[in-house]
Nanobody, 119 residues
Framework: QVQLVESGGGLVQAGGSLRLSCAASGRTFSTYDMGWFRQAPGKEREFVAT????????SYADSVKGRFTISRDNAKNTVYLQMNSLRPEDTAVYYCAAKLPLGVQYDYWGQGTQVTVSS
């Protein structure tokens, strides 16, 4: 069982930056793989980035490679998404999620935080 709370979203102009945070409850944060996903109006939820439980392995959607960076601080039970060079098409609700490394799905989700990029 884990509870996740995202923060850091907001309104930013194209080319700007935001850092999203996801705070996790409990003492077992370090046992979970973490991911960031997003959902734009009228579209399905899509994968953005993932990070392994120890932080040594990361993956990114092609659309954000070179612009976004996922990281985690297990001592703070927090995962981050640094977003640079933001584009209007990055506008979406961003969610963090957790799963056990060998799990087949992300079982725990935050409430989401809105990111709006103006042109």
């Amino acid at each position: 069982q884990v509870q996740l709370v995202e923060s850091g979203g907001g309104l930013v102009q194209a080319g700007g930056s935001l850092r999203l945070s996801c705070a996790a409850s409990g003492r077992t944060f370090s046992t979970y793989d973490m991911g960031w996903f997003r959902q734009a109006p009228g579209k399905e939820r899509e994968f953005v980035a993932t990070i392994s439980r120890g932080g040594s392995r990361t993956s990114y959607a092609d659309s954000v490679k070179g612009r976004f960076t996922i990281s985690r601080d297990n001592a703070k039970n927090t995962v981050y998404l640094q977003m640079n060079s933001l584009r209007p098409e990055d506008t979406a609700v961003y969610y963090c999620a957790a799963k056990l490394p060998l799990g087949v799905q992300y079982d725990y989700w935050g409430q989401g935080t809105q990111v709006t990029v103006s042109s």
